[in-house]
T-cell receptor, first 111, second 113 residues
Framework: DTGVSQDPRHKITKRGQNVTFRCDPI?????LYWYRQTLGQGPEFLTY????????KSRLLSDRFSAERPKGSFSTLEIQRTEQGDSAMYLC?????????FGPGTRLTVL | AQSVTQPDIHITVSEGASLELRCNYS??????LFWYVQSPGQGLQLLLK??????LVQGIKGFEAEFKRSQSSFNLRKPSVHWSDAAEYFC???????????FGKGTTLSVSS
């Protein structure tokens, strides 16, 4: 257990609302990743950070999505004007060596 | 582009029977390969990984996987399945830049008594 934590574990929101998720890795300054997993699919890469720098963003990360990692420690993922298609599990991962270790995820349901 | 294919969406195995989950990858160079397991409502737990060296890799919970370059495969095996192994299994390959994982769609394992 790497101890990557995510908050909240579940979020139900109405379409059009903004939501923010938080990820706390074990170690500061390691690479930190965000993935999205929809029902029946494997996780899909969204973005990653090295320290506080966001180094890569997937095409999946529309303008309504923004991620930050202030001071290279915890990270937040915000979705503005949520849509029903945003309903998914959002997973955070921390890299240790060459391996990514995942948190428990935040399940978002958009009504 | 790199990709991972898990041909079996759902597999049912009797408790105590052997298991093999298939994974095929598409990648030009030597791949970094992973198997993860996900229980309902949970995050992903690493079972094992292959970077180089011995092509038979041992993991946690009695799982092993064999890398076969000629077949572009990295199949997961377990000699005797336990009811607690029921979960979803994902094969993944690190992308060429080494910055992200590319996952297959997963195989759901059910264990019958």
């Amino acid at each position: 257990d790497t101890g990557v934590s995510q908050d909240p574990r579940h979020k139900i929101t109405k379409r059009g609302q903004n939501v923010t998720f938080r990820c706390d890795p074990i170690s500061e300054h390691n690479r930190l990743y965000w993935y999205r997993q929809t029902l029946g699919q494997g996780p899909e890469f969204l973005t990653y950070f090295q320290n506080e720098a966001q180094l890569e963003k997937s095409r999946l990360l529309s303008d309504r999505f923004s991620a930050e990692r202030p001071k290279g420690s915890f990270s937040t993922l915000e979705i503005q004007r949520t849509e029903q298609g945003d309903s998914a599990m959002y997973l955070c991962a921390e890299i240790q060596g060459d391996t990514q270790y995942f948190g428990p995820g935040t399940r978002l349901t958009v009504l | 582009a790199q990709s991972v294919t898990q041909p079996d969406i759902h597999i049912t195995v009797s408790e105590g029977a052997s298991l093999e989950l298939r994974c095929n990858y598409s990648y030009g160079a030597t791949p970094y390969l992973f198997w993860y397991v996900q229980s309902p409502g949970q995050g992903l737990q690493l079972l094992l990984k292959y970077f180089s060296g011995d092509t038979l890799v041992q993991g946690i919970k009695g799982f092993e996987a064999e890398f076969k370059r000629s077949q572009s495969s990295f199949n997961l095996r377990k000699p005797s399945v336990h009811w607690s192994d029921a979960a979803e299994y994902f094969c993944a390959v690190a992308n060429q830049a080494g910055t992200a994982l590319i996952f297959g769609k997963g195989t759901t394992l059910s264990v019958s008594s």
